[in-house]
């Protein structure tokens, strides 16, 4: 069965430092998602790809996070410079985009910021 | 914008008592709704599905139904299992975005 590859799965970094994580979506999903989910809460979206673009990064901080997704498939989320607040799960999603199909989460990876 | 807010957790059960977890949205425009589930350390897993108004996604037990006039998409099971016990979501997708609700904590006791 196809589903969303995540890496790391878990990652210790101290703060200051520089992280990336890493998203291969399900084969032909136009719409890749990361989302930031902090202990205890709901996932918050971060960006949004559709194909290589950016749909919507509102709720990105720039200042510190990037996201891209150069050939429209796999993406990289970095973060530079870590800080102690940035301690949660990152999740990757897929989807095709269209309205009734629902998004394949990963596994997500575990930042700890110390 | 368009939210979705469910009921807080965490919602205790003994075995095979019955299970509802409120979900109410607002949106803009039309929206297909779902309910996920996360178990430790795990990502998320759509659990059930609705499209349009009044259609029931089902899946393992577990029932919702489109209602439009409430706005609502609650979530039922009628025989709980230890093995349930998770975080459910609930989601809408609206034009090209997907929300999540804050989630709510299902215990189940044998």
């Known amino acids: 069965e196809a589903e969303v590859a995540q890496s790391p799965r878990y990652k210790i970094t101290e703060k200051s430092q520089a992280v990336a994580f890493w998203c291969d979506p399900i084969?032909?999903?136009?719409?890749l998602y990361w989302y930031r989910q902090i202990l205890g809460q709901g996932p918050e979206l971060l960006v949004q790809f559709q194909d290589e673009s950016v749909v919507d990064d509102s709720q990105l901080p720039k200042d510190r996070f990037s996201a891209e997704r150069l050939k429209g498939v796999d993406s990289t989320l970095k973060i530079q410079p870590a800080e102690l607040g940035d301690s949660a799960m990152y999740l990757c999603?897929?989807?095709?985009?269209?309205?009734?199909?629902?998004?394949?989460f990963g596994q997500g990876t575990r930042l700890t910021v110390v | 914008g368009d939210s979705v807010t469910q009921m807080e957790g965490p919602v205790t059960l003994s075995e095979e008592a019955f299970l509802t977890i409120n979900c109410t949205y607002t949106a803009t425009g039309y929206p297909s709704l779902f309910w996920y589930v996360q178990y430790p350390g795990e990502g998320l897993q759509l659990l059930l599905k609705?499209?349009?108004?009044?259609d029931k996604g089902s899946n393992k037990g577990f029932e919702a139904t489109y209602r439009k006039e409430t706005t609502s998409f609650h979530l039922e099971k009628g025989s709980v299992q230890v093995s349930d016990s998770a975080v459910y979501f609930c989601a809408l997708f609206d034009t090209d975005k997907l929300i999540f609700g804050t989630g709510t904590r299902l215990q189940v006791f044998p």
């Open positions: 084969s032909g999903h136009a719409t």
């Open positions: 999603a897929s989807s095709l985009g269209d309205r009734g199909t629902e998004a394949f």
């Open positions: 609705a499209t349009k108004a009044d």
